[in-house]
Every structure is written in C-alpha cells, then in structure tokens.
C-alpha cells in the first residue's frame, strides 16, 4: 500500500512509550511522527498498546525519546521538547459548590460547579490553573461525617470533555463538564481493519476485549468470569471506522459476562444469583433528595 512505518524510538520513562514514523506516499504525501504508550501495569508481552496519536510535527527522521530525573525528552535535528513526569494535582475540594454525577450501563457524566466569585478560576489552563485544562483527570472521592468526623473513600475518575463560565445576580462560577471511560470508548475509531482467529486460535474473547480496551488506555481486570470468556476464539473482524462501544458490545454478546468501569480500569463480572449487593437503598441513613427516571 501507500503506508511505511520505521525509525521508532521507544524508553520507559513510566510506561512503555513509543515514537515512530507513518509516511504516506499518495495523494498529499507526508512523513508524520505518531506516539503510543502501553498500558499501565502491563508487561511488554502483553502487547496492550493505546491507539497511536498523531504528533504536529512534519518530520523524516523520527523522535528520539528519552528521560532522567522527573524530565522526558523527545528531540530531532529540528528541536528539543521536554516534559514533566511528576504528576501535578490541584485540590478543588474547597471551592466546590455542587456535584451532580451520574452513571448508566454504558456511561458516566459529571458536572461540578465551582465558586468563582473572586475570579480566581477565571483562566483554566494556565498559570496556576495549568493543570486544570480540557482532558485532565477529575477524581471525585465522596465523603460522610460521622462519628469520627469527616471521612472520605476513593471515588471514580473522570475525564473533563468542556468547562463554562457563568455570572449572573453576584454569583460567579466556572462548571466542569467531564465523562468517564465509556465516552473514551465511544469515541474510538478503528484506524484500520483487524481479524483474529481466521484460520486458529489466536485471541479469546477476554483477550480482544483487553485489546480493544488497551486502545483507549484503560486496563481490563477481573472480578469474576465465566468460562465462555476465556475458551471461545471467535473469527472476528473490525472494520475501520467500527466504534469502541459498538465492538465492545459484540464481544459481550458472545458471553454472559458484563464490563463496568471505575477510573482507568474496566472489570470482568460474571452475575451470579447468588450474588450480594454492595448498597441497598433504605431508611439507615437521611435522604435528601430521591428521583425516578
């Protein structure tokens, strides 16, 4: 075809993380640097890779990666580009005014809003505001007082999809807009055509689904599962342009398990009717507002 990929540079800064070349030869012709990292806590030989992402950069040799210290380097014999590994945070907790969140099946939206009456969240991205920017992570970890005092237990993880400005009768705020991994998933789109188990057993459903799911960075665990998961390889294609929920949704129909997500990760449950609940609504504790939809 018109596609050659060479010239990769790999190094494990934190993950394995990969720079290499696509040079397409037809009609407007380029050699363009793409990257891709595999999954955390993942080894090599698992081959659980994210989708190859495009760098803006028009470039024939390739993108040397390197690190030392809390810095990662990518350079060429154009320029140098150097990037922080510690991670960086900022606490909103203090500043929250209300946290609507609210999870499906097959999806989950959250919306903060936050004071902003001294102005002091007037610049999402930048300056100190920096890290707080369209695609960061938004962690939201609930909390009870009680008896002991106030008490927390880790939350879900989102990712910030848009943010709002809002000002009206002395009241200013800025509304975070995020979703969870399902929109990750929803939104992928096969580059190009894949097929396993044509001719032998090469991947199992679990294993597809680990591969389907490594795409969009997210790591597939297991509660439970049944034994179809594991034992059934079947001929199984995805076209390009095919969506991530839709592909997912396939490999599901081929067994009884079902796939929920909590941050980065993606669990394998088996329901059983045995099983127990983890919550059931009752009277133990106050309620302040209940709905039906």
Request: aromatic share 12%; charged share 20%.
């Amino acid at each position: 075809g018109n596609f050659e990929y060479h010239r990769a540079f790999m190094d494990k800064p934190d993950v394995y993380r990969c720079f290499f070349i696509e040079r397409f030869t037809g009609t407007e012709a380029y050699n363009r640097p793409f990257w891709s990292h595999s999954v955390p806590d993942t080894s090599f030989i698992d081959n659980l890779w994210h989708e190859p992402v495009p760098f803006n950069l028009s470039s024939e040799y390739g993108l040397a990666i390197a690190h030392h210290g809390d810095y990662c380097w990518l350079s060429n014999p154009s320029g140098v580009w150097r990037a922080k590994l510690t991670e960086e945070s900022l606490d909103l907790t203090a500043a929250v005014l209300s946290v609507r969140q609210e999870l499906t099946k097959g999806a989950g939206r959250l919306i903060v809003e936050l004071n902003n009456n001294e102005g002091q969240y007037a610049s999402p991205g930048e300056g100190e505001l920096e890290v707080l920017d369209i695609g960061c992570q938004l962690e939201v970890s609930p909390g009870y007082t009680t008896s002991q005092g106030n008490e927390i237990s880790s939350g879900l993880a989102f990712g910030v999809d848009a943010y709002e400005h809002t000002s009206s009768g002395g009241k200013a705020s800025l509304i975070l807009y995020a979703s969870d991994g399902w929109n990750l998933i929803e939104n992928w789109r096969a580059r190009h055509q894949f097929r396993w188990n044509k001719g032998s057993d090469e991947m199992s459903v679990k294993a597809l689904l680990a591969f389907v799911l490594a795409r969009v960075g997210i790591k597939l665990e297991v509660k439970s599962q049944s034994s179809v998961i594991t034992s059934y390889y079947p001929d199984f294609t995805i076209h390009p342009n095919n969506r991530g929920d839709i592909v997912i949704g396939k490999l599901l129909s081929f067994t009884p398990d079902v796939v929920f997500i909590e941050g980065n990760k993606a669990y394998v449950v088996n329901p059983g009717s045995s099983d127990n609940s983890v919550y059931s609504y009752g009277s133990s504790h106050p309620i302040l507002e209940g709905g039906y939809r």
